[in-house]
């Protein structure tokens, strides 16, 4: 079993920055991806970004050049840094991991609140 609590996020106005952080615990040698994923209201959950235990990195495009996936090892940590946030980022982020691939994820954090005002 994995753990991952997620924090980090807020209320932020349009062009603002946020860290988003997803601590890991438990049986980590078992995951061979991490990925971060939001649900709008009214809208399905999206994967918006992922990085593999290789270091491969995946964005969705509504995100390239905005946000930045990346992970501390040392710390069993990974962050999402998201710049120039739009209102349409508004969303429930959930850090999730993967047993085998990076397209299927088993275990999810509670999610964290991430609120762009306009």
């Known amino acids: 079993q994995v753990q991952l609590v997620d924090s980090g996020g807020g209320l932020v106005q349009a062009g603002g920055s946020l860290r988003l952080s997803c601590a890991a615990s438990g049986s980590i040698f078992s995951i061979s991806a991490m990925g971060w994923y939001r649900q709008a209201p009214g809208k399905q959950r999206e994967l918006v970004a992922a990085?593999?235990?290789?270091?491969?990195?995946y964005y969705a495009d509504s995100v390239k050049g905005r946000f930045t996936i990346s992970r501390d090892n040392a710390k069993n940590t990974v962050y999402l840094q998201v710049n120039s946030l739009k209102p349409e980022d508004t969303a429930v982020y959930y850090c999730?991991?993967?047993?085998?691939?990076?397209?299927?994820?088993?275990?999810w954090g509670q999610g964290t609140q991430v609120t762009v005002s306009s």
């Open positions: 990085i593999t235990s290789g270091g491969s990195t």
């Open positions: 999730a991991a993967a047993r085998t691939g990076a397209k299927s994820y088993d275990y």
